[in-house]
Each structure stands twice: as C-alpha cells, then as structure tokens.
C-alpha cells in the first residue's frame, strides 16, 4: 500500500465504506478502546523478558488453569480501555469466573466478551499468541441491570467480533458482518493500518491442524477423516500438518493458506477445550465472512447457544470444501452421537 495513502482504523471505521452502519460512532468508539488494549497488550509481551513478565503470576483462574503473569497484564487491559470506552454495559473475559459490570456512569450499550490472551501457554518459548473478542447490542432495557439474557447469545446475532494476533507482526482482524479486513500495527505511527481488504480464504486447502496427541480419545468420524487426507486417499497428494497449539495463530494461517482447524470433542473432553463466547463464536463469525465454514459436527458454530459464560464446545473450522468432507465422515461413522447442542439450535 503507498505510505501518501494510508488507511488508519479510526478513518476505515468512520469512512464511507460503512454509511449504512447503525451507531457509527459509538461502534468507532469502541473499537478505539479495543485498540488501545491491543497495543498494551503488544507492548507487554514485547517487553516481558526485560521486565520480569514472563512466567506465572501464582494463581489460578476460572478454569483451574495456571495464570501468566501476562495474562493478567492483558485482562486489566482489555477492561481498563473498554470501561473508559464507555460504549460497554457489561463483559465477560475468559480470566473472571462471572459476568464484568461496568458501572452506570461508564455503561454503555455494548456486550463485549473476549480472551485477552489466547495461547499464553506459548508466551516463554516465544511463539505468537493473541487476542480474541466478540460484541453484542445489549437486550436489557432495565437501565444498568444486566442478565444472563444479554451475555448467553447465539453467534449469529454479533455486531462484530475480531482478533488480534502478535506475532512477526501485530495484526487486528476483524469483520462487521460485511467481509473480513485485516490492520497492520505501524510502530512508527503507533496506528493500525488497513493491509488486508476483504480477506477470503480458499474454497480448498491442504493443511490440517488438529493435536493428535489425543487422537487415541478422537470419534470414529473424526479419526477416520484424519486418516484419509493424510494417507492421501482417493489418489490426492497427503495435507500437510500445522499445529501451533495458540488458536489465534492456527485460524490465522487456516484463513490466509486454507485448509481445517479442528479441536473435536473426545472421550477425554466430551466438549472439547474451546470457550463458545470469547473463542468459537466469534473466530467462527469472522471464518463466515470470509466465505469458510465453522461447525461443531452437526450443526453450523453461529447457530448454537450457550448455557454459560465459560462454555465449551467442538469446532471444526476451515475451507468450506475441508469442512464438507468432514462433515461426510462425521455423518457416516457418528450417526448415533448427538450433538450436546442439537435441542438448542
């Protein structure tokens, strides 16, 4: 892109490309405090190693999970900036065991959940990590009272959801519902910068990534369509593998190079390990715009409802041609499993 043409966040949001969008101020408002918590959040991991922030924090969060010190840098950023936003009237993060008030002089309009750092379990080996969020209208019109109403949402009725992935370099994906574009972080200006427009990922792809270390506790139909396109079945080349084990960093490469993304629910984690709110939903929103599929196995991600903030589901996400094939699979050898979430959809 020519530097005398540079498209900042803040201009593309209130550009004409989205005249038709309902509040376009409040949405430009926002998506400024998502921004600043993102560059926080760059600006710690890039600094960890000098300030003594890599490592765990000595707690555990919600999920029994061993906390970073980075991940608690990351949350208190994410609500510090989103508060002052005051465009938010309540959130959940993956870091909190409840629902996040904001306060009625602050309270907006807004339901935002999100991962403040997805991955951290890769933070000290240096590998990318990220940042995933997703944003709903408010349904309460009690004044400040939230409800569960306002949180446990289908995927399908988000205003918007993006992620943010650091890396080689920090990148802001995102998608209102109208194709997916991706902002580059120039440190020079401090300004993400439109680079990637309307981002589509191939109809086929020949990468896989999935952990096999826990194929032995995989379902038939998910063990079986493994077996097929690395054995080369039906005379095509083998997919290569690529797992990364940080979400944001898998999707990401599953959206530029094509291919699936898969954590199927097992013996083991009969839902899988992934968070419905702040993880599947939205990575699956942005995986429809541009023109993928996202799927638990029997019905599309989008459609299902959560009965929880901290819910977990199976996803299989990916080139629409990968996902039909599995879906195949899923179909011919687990006919007789239901699906946790069939009776919600």
Request: aromatic share 10%; net charge neutral.
């Amino acid at each position: 892109m020519s530097s005398n043409n540079l498209i900042t966040l803040h201009r593309w949001l209130l550009s004409d490309t989205h005249k038709n969008m309902e509040n376009k101020l409040e949405m430009a408002n926002l998506f400024s405090g998502i921004a600043l918590a993102c560059k926080i959040t760059n600006n710690a991991i890039k600094r960890a190693g000098f300030e003594s922030n890599f490592g765990l924090a000595g707690i555990t969060n919600v999920h029994s999970e061993d906390v970073k010190k980075l991940d608690v840098i990351a949350n208190d950023a994410f609500k510090m900036a989103l508060k002052s936003t005051r465009e938010v009237f309540c959130m959940v993060s993956e870091e909190e065991d409840s629902i996040i008030p904001v306060s009625q002089s602050q309270a907006g309009n807004y339901v935002v959940a999100f991962d403040p750092l997805d991955g951290s379990s890769n933070l000290d080996c240096n590998v990318s990590v990220g940042s995933i969020f997703s944003i709903w209208s408010k349904v309460s019109k009690d004044g400040h009272n939230y409800s569960n109403e306002d949180v446990l949402r289908k995927g399908r009725d988000m205003t918007a959801a993006g992620y943010a992935l650091y890396g080689s370099a920090t990148m802001l994906v995102l998608t209102f519902g109208q194709g997916v574009y991706g902002f580059t972080l120039d440190n020079h200006i401090g300004e993400f910068v439109l680079t990637h427009v309307e981002m589509r990922i191939r109809t086929k792809g020949s990468i896989y990534s999935i952990n096999e270390g826990n194929s032995i506790y995989w379902d038939k139909g998910t063990q079986e369509y493994v077996k097929a396109i690395k054995s080369g079945a039906d005379g095509r080349a083998p997919y290569s593998s690529r797992y990364i084990g940080s979400m944001v960093s898998d999707i990401h490469r599953t959206l530029l190079y094509g291919g699936i993304f898969m954590y199927p629910g097992d013996t083991k984690s009969p839902n899988g390990k992934l968070r419905y709110l702040y993880e599947v939903a939205p990575l699956s929103f942005i995986m429809e715009q541009a023109a993928g599929k996202a799927t638990n196995g029997s019905s599309p991600c989008l459609d299902m409802v959560p009965k929880s903030i901290h819910e977990r589901v199976p996803v299989f996400m990916g080139s629409p041609a990968c996902i039909e094939e599995l879906l195949t699979y899923q179909k011919k050898f687990n006919h007789n499993l239901n699906s946790p979430h069939e009776k919600d959809n």
